[in-house]
């Protein structure tokens, strides 16, 4: 059995071979123009500082991987082992080898919901040798520093990035289509899913792709050899099947996998001039804006037809059933005779009124009534659980579990559907109070402020408030990325020196409707200028002094929209 499920991880790596027998590897690697690039990327030669500091760092929560080297005996030993690492990985670079160990792995099936006899419903996890891990961590710090500073990836690629997080790329997103509706245009939005996207990268493309940003060939060298030579077996109840070789995709569960991807698929917004994508890793969304519905509709068709062609020169295979198509209207009723979206293979792509992307789910009218009603039931289960075996639990063991596994769902994205209705922002009151009242055992009927003092948490909607005001600030202070930041102006001084004029106050751009007003590039200045009312910054501070600042303040005197 272990052996099936060995093969199937395996094979899935060449789907795209399967689906297309005479498709002849050309590789596209030089297509991308990076000619801005001025010095070819070699490795620097790793410090015992470095690999020792690495070696601290390691998760010691972790088991070890099939090299069997425990990181917690590997952190006790740092101090002894960080010279002779240093200078077998020195070595590693130098001669284009990787040890065979370093390049095994445990896989481990995990069943990700259906039918348990179905192998297409297990996920792999994968395990990997920790020293390799250590390894990679170094290697990948040198090539992510040559890809920031010669400006390489996509400025709207949000995967693996520093400043850049999925509520980052979500509200980006979001922003745009609230801005079309604005400005009383349609917006069409195609939410791409891709196949196995990690497992069926070819390497050959691969490593012209990395030729032509610009490594040297002996840098592609040591990346060929590490992408080489890799095998597999899946492991399950102490039982373990034989290896099987690898010989596509990047490697699971390693450090520099999900950049090799996004160099991977760097491209793919190329020759695409008349519509906007994101992306957050292979998560990819193209988007079109026009006076009319079949015009977005047209325009998105022929971005989504270049994107189809540069898929298969990439041997991706495009998930017809899960990429959607959503369209976005100010229209009261819906519009008929739309343009379908195909594929290249003449399927119709479905069109949907709501849609899950990274985590959020986005409705057609942006209200994000559906996402709070979702959330609402998630945390709903989360409660009869807690209440079921509250007796388990003392009060701080209660604290601590509800700060873990609710608070963080109810934190996440919720600067993106923070001006949703009052009317569906209670809805997550009622669950919050519900928590409060699990941890204190108060009844039923005890006022939610007796609730937060007892527990020591502000109210929901403070906290929701806060998170927004830190956001804005990491903006200010330029920890966002460069599309968020864009939004980011500060107000220039008039004719006359006013006191406000002394002020960090921000430009806020004009909108047209109420809905407008809910886009980021309105809603952060403006609430920041709001908020300037009681701070009265003149200059900035760090990002830790504003959160005492916040802390020492009432937001609730300052939001326009508390209810509590």
Same mark, same amino acid.
């Given at each position: 059995m272990l052996g099936c499920f060995n093969e199937h991880f395996i094979v899935s790596g060449l789907l795209f071979d399967s689906l297309n027998t005479s498709h002849q590897n050309h590789p596209k690697g030089n297509s991308?123009?990076?000619?801005?690039?001025?010095?070819s990327f070699s490795f620097k030669p790793l410090s015992v500082s470095e690999v020792h500091k690495a !070696?601290?760092?390691?998760?010691?929560r972790k088991s070890a991987g099939p090299d069997n080297l425990e990181p917690y005996f590997l952190q006790l030993a740092s101090d002894f082992i960080a010279p002779p690492l240093t200078y077998l990985f020195n070595l590693s670079l130098d001669t284009n080898e990787i040890p065979l160990i370093w390049k095994s792995a445990f896989v481990f099936p995990l069943l990700k919901g259906g039918d348990p006899t179905v192998l297409n419903n297990y996920r792999p996890i994968s395990k990997l040798?920790? !020293?390799?891990?250590?390894? /990679?961590?170094?290697v990948n710090e040198q090539l992510k520093e040559f890809l920031t500073i010669n400006n390489i990836l996509s400025n709207f690629q949000s995967g693996f990035r520093k400043k850049h997080s999925t509520t980052t790329a979500a509200l980006k997103v979001v922003n745009d289509f609230i801005d079309s509706l604005d400005k009383k245009q349609h917006c069409a939005a195609l939410f791409i899913d891709l196949s196995k996207a990690f497992d069926t990268v070819d390497h050959a493309i691969l490593k012209q792709r990395l030729l032509s940003v610009g490594l040297s060939e002996h840098t592609v060298c040591w990346f060929d050899n590490y992408l080489s030579g890799r095998s597999q077996c899946v492991q399950a109840d102490g039982l373990t099947s034989s290896p099987l070789s690898i010989s596509k995709g990047v490697p699971q569960g390693s450090v520099l996998g999900p950049l090799l991807f996004i160099l991977y698929i760097n491209n793919l917004d190329q020759n695409v001039s008349n519509a906007n994508f994101h992306f957050y890793a292979d998560d990819t969304v193209i988007y079109c804006s026009a006076s009319t519905p079949n015009q977005a509709l047209c325009q998105l068709q022929l971005a989504f037809d270049t994107v189809q062609r540069t898929l298969f020169d *990439?041997?991706?295979? *495009?998930?017809?059933?899960?990429?959607?198509?959503? *369209? @976005?209207?100010n229209a009261k009723s819906k519009s008929r005779n739309l343009l379908p979206i195909t594929t290249s293979q003449g399927s119709e792509i479905e069109s949907v009124?709501?849609?899950?992307?990274?985590?959020?789910?986005?409705?057609?009218? *942006?209200? @994000?009534?559906?996402?709070?009603?979702?959330?609402?039931?998630?945390l709903k289960l989360k409660l009869g659980f807690y209440f079921r075996n509250?007796?388990?639990?003392? @009060? /701080?063991?209660?604290?601590?579990?509800?700060?873990?596994? @609710?608070?963080?769902?109810?934190?996440?994205?919720?600067?993106?559907?923070?001006?949703?209705?009052i009317t569906s922002l209670k809805l997550l009151d009622t669950v919050y109070h519900g928590a409060l009242r699990f941890i204190t055992n108060f009844r039923a009927l005890t006022h939610h402020c007796s609730l937060y003092d007892r527990v020591g948490w502000s109210a929901l909607s403070t906290r929701r408030l806060n998170h927004w005001y830190i956001f804005i600030y990491k903006a200010i202070l330029g920890l966002l990325p460069p599309y968020l930041q864009s939004y980011i102006e500060k107000k220039s001084t008039g004719r006359y020196c006013l006191r406000s004029e002394d002020l960090l106050l921000l430009s806020v751009p004009q909108v047209w409707t109420e809905l407008g007003k809910g886009a980021f590039k309105y809603a952060a200045p403006c609430t920041w200028n709001q908020l300037q009312n009681v701070l009265n910054l003149k200059d900035p501070v760090s990002l830790v002094d504003f959160k005492l600042l916040l802390n020492n303040?009432?937001?609730?005197q300052i939001g326009s929209r508390c209810y509590d």
């Open positions: 991308h123009d990076h000619s801005g690039v001025s010095n !070696l601290t760092l390691l998760d010691i040798s920790v !020293l390799a891990k250590v390894m /990679e961590t170094l *990439l041997k991706l295979v *495009l998930n017809d059933d899960k990429t959607k198509l959503m *369209l @976005f209207s009124s709501q849609f899950k992307y990274l985590g959020i789910l986005i409705d057609d009218s *942006l209200s @994000f009534k559906p996402h709070i009603q979702q959330l609402v039931k998630k509250k007796s388990c639990f003392s @009060f /701080e063991a209660k604290r601590r579990l509800v700060a873990a596994t @609710f608070l963080s769902v109810l934190d996440y994205g919720d600067v993106i559907y923070m001006n949703a209705s303040m009432e937001a609730t």
